[in-house]
């Protein structure tokens, strides 16, 4: 999910962190696996020596691109009308909205006590 969050930009760790709602040690472990890996480029920012910048290398855009060639496939098998189309859709947003409240409560604790 990291190299998808990353995409064709160049972000700082602290973009990629609060883009993906990651947990900032397990992202830290997770970023420096990639960088180890060659599937994330890092270097150091000329305007902030301590801030660093990250990207996708041809090897991370390589399996970000096969992804996307079996998630196509995927989704060709279990989206067969319109119909199907709006209702995958639908569950899609959903989760999203979901997940993004979690990990705000997760960052911020529960919102419901504001």
């Known amino acids: 999910m990291m ?3 990353i995409g064709a930009e160049e972000l700082t760790v602290r973009d990629l ?3 993906g ?3 900032g040690s397990n992202a830290s472990y997770n970023l ?3 960088v180890e890996t060659g599937y994330v480029d890092r270097s150091v920012s000329e305007r902030d020596r301590r801030s660093a910048r990250l ?3 041809d090897k991370g855009r390589r399996l970000c691109e ?3 060639k079996v998630d196509e496939t995927y989704h060709s098998l279990v989206v067969r009308s319109p119909k199907e189309a709006r209702e995958l859709d ?3 947003k959903t989760l999203k909205r979901l997940e993004q409240a979690w990990s705000t409560a997760l960052h911020f604790g529960d ?3 504001a």
Do not use: C, G, H, P
């Open 55 to 57: 990207r996708l290398s």
């Open 21 to 23: 709602y990651y947990l």
């Open 66 to 68: 096969a992804v996307r």
């Open 111 to 113: 919102v419901q006590d």
């Open 17 to 19: 962190i609060e883009r």
């Open 90 to 92: 639908t569950a899609i």
């Open 3 to 5: 190299l998808f969050t």
């Open 32 to 34: 420096k696996r990639l």
